[in-house]
């Protein structure tokens, strides 16, 4: 569930569940389609989330391809990591880990207003022996981190314990490293010095140093307590820092009353801001520190890292973002970073990007010839050649037939007009910036267009025109696709969940719902055409039969079929381009898409219903999925406009 669709479709039924039951329906779902065997070619499909290389960094000797991590609170269960760990992430925590499971049946409180969610208990999970086997056998790559705590209240004897032996079953199950979460279950301050100034001991008595060890702290732990555990001469042990997302909800840390319940949500960036500048401000620059509250969208994530954190977990801001939220924040720290790095040089008209311009623009040249033909003569001389009858004589066998067939080659110039656009746009805006999105659109919907030339063989008719056609763009199809090394998006990109990103959303799926419809408009056309030609209305406003058209002249079929099969083919070549631009091409700011989508669409729509009202073939049934693709189109465009129209705000931000 991409954000276009949890933001508008999915989002406002789950929040009217049970919140345990909201996330269980998630993850089971989610779940279930990675483990599906087209599950990650789904996921990649209507996601595109996988992250820049720029963003791969080492964090305390753990090779991550991102800064951004995916908390164990959000799928305690590990129901659906081997799908989230496609979403973007760069590492996976799991926990909190207790020795024994820990259940509640307690109703999860989800406070949308203050976008905070309340657990009954900080340590639910299913115990070290569940967790450890999880993360022996997790489905993915990605770095997986254990976050262990002693059982609630524990004397510090048996929580060294405790931690010894479940530190000693996640070495042995391929965890990457530890955070090491004593502060919230200590009875008292004493309890949890006593704990981490024995820790050293058990870690080298049991070679667990070759492995990053991370002091987990709760955001709203107070600063005196830290400084004077990270002031410890025995401190050295933690390659890391951990700021944590749970902040109790009955009262102040150590306040025995307010029992296990915690909040996390917004108000965890503010602590978490405050725990990294005084981290930063006391300890070494090579410590590693970690974010884990408070990152609802990707300007909180570059708040954090601006103060100095050098990653941030997510855990509630996927709950009210989306799962494509990773994903933004990983394109918000790329576009930081690009700022340290010279713009590269354009590439030459000729090296690839310009022969796609010369395709578009002889896609376009070809649709408006093509239109000219079909609005006058409607039937080239070879035409009338193959099915031996002029003009006269199929105006006379049926009066309708010949506007059915300018009717058709119309739509198929505008079609064809719309492709032309929509490649010229692509190339000098997407190709030219060397972006693989705009590649892959342009690969994808060339490929079937090529192919769907031999359409036009199914009932036996070549075209002449459209074979030189094809003969003369194919070329330049090979020359742009060639050599052409992708290039990190270098525009501003959307930092804020505000309306008018939530408004954009509506608009991507009208868009994403369009290329659907239309590709599967267009494959069923191109099928039609290539066996049963005709479909019931056309029989009706033409007045006749199959049968009765194939005794008048048995070439006319083949003529009308290589018509339809054309159109078809184009259809899903346009519907295949505007997917993709729709699915991946989604950028605040981005003005020459909305342009794109604009003037690609209207040649499409204009020849469509025009020739449709000039002919008097205006059946409800035959024109209700263009008046449906037409409204997704207007109300696209409507919804998208502030969004790729105005700029975002911009930021200046240095990163270590």
Not at 135 to 162: F, S, Y
Not at 228 to 245: F, M, Q, R, Y
């Amino acid at each position: 569930m991409p954000d276009w669709s949890y933001q508008t479709l999915f989002r406002p039924l789950l929040f009217k569940i049970p919140a345990r039951l909201s996330r269980s329906v998630t993850l089971t779902a989610i779940g279930k389609l990675g483990r599906l065997p087209a599950g990650s070619f789904v996921i990649l499909t209507l996601g595109h989330m996988e992250p820049s290389p720029l963003l791969a960094r080492d964090m305390a000797g753990i090779a991550v391809n991102s800064p951004v991590g995916l908390s164990g609170g959000v799928d305690p269960e590990g129901i659906a990591q081997k799908a989230l760990a496609q979403f973007g992430f760069g590492f996976i925590e799991h926990g909190p880990v207790t020795v024994q499971p820990i259940r509640s049946n307690q109703s999860i409180e989800n406070s949308t207003a203050a976008e905070t969610i309340r657990y009954p208990t900080y340590y639910e999970n299913d115990g070290i022996d569940v967790v450890a086997a999880r993360i022996a056998k997790p489905g993915h790559h990605l770095p997986q981190l254990a976050r262990v705590t002693p059982m609630p209240h524990a004397l510090p004897d048996d929580a060294l314990a405790e931690l010894g032996s479940m530190m000693k079953k996640l070495h042995t199950s391929g965890a990457a490293g530890f955070y090491v979460d004593v502060l919230q279950a200590a009875r008292s301050f004493a309890d949890s010095q006593a704990i981490l100034n024995r820790l050293p001991e058990l870690v080298a008595a049991n070679n667990y140093a070759d492995k990053p060890i991370y002091l987990y702290v709760p955001p709203d732990y107070p600063n005196e307590r830290l400084i004077a555990i990270l002031s410890n001469p025995k401190a050295t042990i933690w390659s890391g820092v951990v700021i944590g997302e749970a902040v109790r909800a009955g009262g102040s840390f150590g306040d025995k009353d307010g029992g296990e319940a915690i909040c996390v949500g917004r108000e965890g960036k503010a602590l978490a801001l405050d725990k990294i500048k005084l981290l930063r401000s006391m300890c070494d620059p090579s410590l590693v520190i970690k974010a884990g509250g408070g990152v609802h969208e990707p300007q909180d994530a570059l708040d954090l890292m601006k103060a100095g954190a050098d990653g941030v977990m997510l855990h509630s801001g996927l709950v009210y973002a989306g799962p494509g939220l990773p994903k933004r924040i990983n394109e918000a720290i790329v576009y930081e970073q690009l700022n340290n790095f010279p713009v590269p040089e354009t590439p030459s008209f000729w090296k690839h990007w310009g022969w796609m311009c010369l395709l578009g623009i002889g896609m376009m040249l070809g649709g408006i010839f093509s239109w000219i033909i079909a609005a006058t003569s409607v039937l080239l001389p070879y035409d009338l050649a193959f099915i031996g009858m002029s003009l006269e004589e199929l105006h006379q066998i049926n009066h309708n037939l010949l506007h059915f067939m300018s009717h058709d080659r119309i739509t198929l110039a505008g079609t064809m007009i719309s492709i032309g656009i929509l490649y010229y746009q692509l190339a000098k805006h997407g190709l030219r910036e060397g972006l693989n999105w705009a590649r892959t659109a342009l690969l994808t919907s060339g490929f079937v267009g090529f192919i769907s030339f031999f359409l036009y063989l199914g009932y036996g008719y070549f075209d002449p025109f459209h074979a030189l056609a094809s003969a003369i763009l194919l070329p330049m199809f090979f020359l742009s696709m060639r050599s052409n090394p992708e290039q990190p998006y270098r525009r501003s990109v959307n930092l804020c969940n505000d309306r008018v990103w939530q408004r954009a959303m509506w608009g991507q799926l009208c868009f994403v719902v369009l290329g659907f419809a239309l590709a599967i408009g267009g494959l069923t056309i191109a099928l039609v055409g290539v066996t049963n030609v005709f479909v019931k209305t056309d029989l009706a406003y033409l007045y006749t039969s199959f049968a009765q058209l194939n005794e008048m002249n048995a070439k006319l079929i083949p003529l009308i079929a290589h018509d339809r099969a054309g159109f078809g083919g184009a259809l899903l070549c346009d519907a295949l381009a505007i997917l993709i631009i729709a699915l991946w091409g989604i950028q605040q700011g981005a003005r020459w898409l909305w342009w794109t989508l604009l003037l690609g669409g209207a040649p499409g729509f204009y020849a469509g219903f025009s020739v449709h009202l000039s002919i008097g073939y205006t059946d409800f049934w035959h024109l209700s999925p263009a008046i449906f693709a037409l409204l997704l189109y207007v109300f696209g465009l409507i919804l998208l406009y502030p969004y790729l129209m105005k700029k975002p705000p911009l930021t200046s931000l240095t990163y270590k």
